[in-house]
């Protein structure tokens, strides 16, 4: 069985820093793709950041240049380092894990999700 589990969301102000961690287990990280998304009330999931097997990595136009998506195999997790946080930045964060290599932006294409981890901007 594999899961995975989120941790670090939190209650920050706006401009503030939060780093999110995700521990895969039940399999090692192999060639596999990592994402991280994101959904307010009322919305649909959204794509924040996706990692490919050789490192290369996908920003949504909403977070590129404060988000940095990063992983450590040898750990066994990917991280989401959040910067010059917005208030609607304000979600619950998902990581995700696919079966293949390459970057995805569809939160169809991630075979394995965590339970979310609550993120909360005030102003």
């Known amino acids: 069985q594999v899961q995975l589990v989120e941790s670090g969301g939190g209650l920050v102000q706006a401009g503030g820093s939060l780093r999110l961690a995700c521990v895969v287990s039940g399999r090692t990280f192999g060639n596999s793709a990592m994402g991280w998304f994101r959904q307010a009330p009322g919305k649909e999931r959204e794509f924040v950041a996706s990692?490919?097997?050789?490192?290369?990595?996908d920003h949504a136009d909403s977070v590129k240049g404060r988000f940095t998506i990063s992983r450590d195999k040898a750990k066994n997790t990917v991280n989401l380092q959040m910067n010059r946080l917005k208030p609607e930045d304000t979600a619950v964060y998902f990581c995700?894990?696919?079966?293949?290599?390459?970057?995805?932006?569809?939160?169809?294409?991630?075979?394995?999700w965590g339970q979310g981890t609550q993120v909360t901007v005030s102003s």
């Open positions: 995700a894990a696919r079966r293949l290599s390459t970057i995805a932006t569809m939160a169809s294409a991630y075979s394995y």
């Open positions: 990692i490919a097997w050789n490192d290369n990595t």
